[in-house]
């Protein structure tokens, strides 16, 4: 006869299979990200408490600026820019793809979200990093690689690649920067230059249907140099 | 309350993490939500509060893999779902007096009917019949291997509710393998 220590271990041993194998059952059962994408939406409220969650630094003005805040909102600009690929890129396998890309500029914040997708998974490194810099990280969300370089004073370079897909979007700050367009290897760029140096620039750019971003506190000339060091073979 | 779980987004790699997280499963959150609620605001709600418990715990899914960062958003955002169903339809928490008494009944170990008669099948279908508020915290259990205390701090429940659900949800289990087991004989 088995003894009841043995019986319960061996009761737990399948109960652990049985409840993962269960839960994946429940997981494969779930739409793909881009298909709930087409079924459902977030209302731009609850994209704004979010947003709040994500930029802790302003929410102590959030309350006074709240009226002001939601008029600029619907005055914000939505720019939706289709970009023949074709003609900005050289690559021939690039050049047949069409992005779409929708800019929407509000008071504090631009939001990218793409309706295109994109297959590829090629993390493209930089060949530049600013002297004393080193890959310190990578990390892996989703589809999403985020790849974290610092130097000997901790100071951190962020640079984000995902291939881009249908609802796939961020944002980010733009009361604390400087916008500007540029040229990253003849395709266009979105610079934000931080106004301060505790703020944090910002290079955005669509590569082989990538989304990249670059986020760093370093000088602009800096992060330009290393956006151009990516470059698709 | 808001800017107390805010505090916890401490670093710009964390805030980077999270921004992640949403921007890659924010439909995936929303669409389990909806499975139970049916109200898109409501559901909307139940996703924000399932956002400020991920800000709360962002450490842990640094180290998770891509299946385990969907699954805990799912059993974050089904938890959330559930508590504001609960507060809708004026559901307290089942008694724990309740439980407890339930907890004093003897029953026998049913392993032989699990080992026989295919009954690891029934036990995975038995699970999948489980009420949602046990199913999570098997989840939790067993598939991230969390410890009870952090079960109870994921899902904003006391230590002693963790234990006495896990040890409904097996009882349950064990109950329902001893029924089948009889119907085959």
Known sequence: MISKEIDNHLFETLLKLAVTQDHYHELASIPSEDELSGQYFVTPEFERKIRRLIRKEKYSHIPKLVGQYILKIAAGVAIILALTLGTILTVPEVRATVLNVIIEWFDTNTSYRFSESSETTVVLRPSYLPTGFHESSISQTGSMTTIIYKDIEDNSIYYICAPIHAGYSFAIDNEHSDHSQITINGIKADLYKAQTDQDSTHIIWQENQTSLHLMSTITYQELIKMAESIQIK | ?185
């Open chain 2, 1 to 185: 309350m808001l800017p107390l779980y805010l505090s916890f987004i401490d670093s710009e790699q964390e805030r980077i993490k999270f921004s992640q997280i949403y921007e890659q499963y924010r439909y995936t959150m929303l669409h389990t939500a909806m499975q139970i609620l049916k109200d898109h605001d409501l559901a909307e709600d139940a996703v924000h509060n399932a956002c400020l418990k991920i800000i709360e715990h962002l450490p842990k899914f640094f180290e998770l893999s891509r299946n385990k960062t969907k699954s805990l958003l799912v059993i974050i955002s089904k938890n959330k779902a559930i508590d504001i169903l609960r507060k809708e339809q004026g559901l307290a928490l089942t008694p724990l007096e309740n439980v407890e008494n339930s907890l004093n009944s003897d029953y026998e170990d049913p392993l032989e009917a699990l080992i026989s008669h295919d009954g690891y099948q029934r036990l995975v279908g038995s699970i999948a019949k489980l009420n949602d508020i046990y199913r999570t915290v098997l989840q939790l259990k067993y598939v991230h291997d969390y410890t009870n205390q952090e079960i109870a701090e994921l899902l904003d429940i006391s230590l002693n509710n963790v234990n006495i659900r896990l040890y409904r949800a097996k009882l349950f289990l064990k109950e329902i393998l001893k029924e089948d087991e009889g119907h085959d004989q």
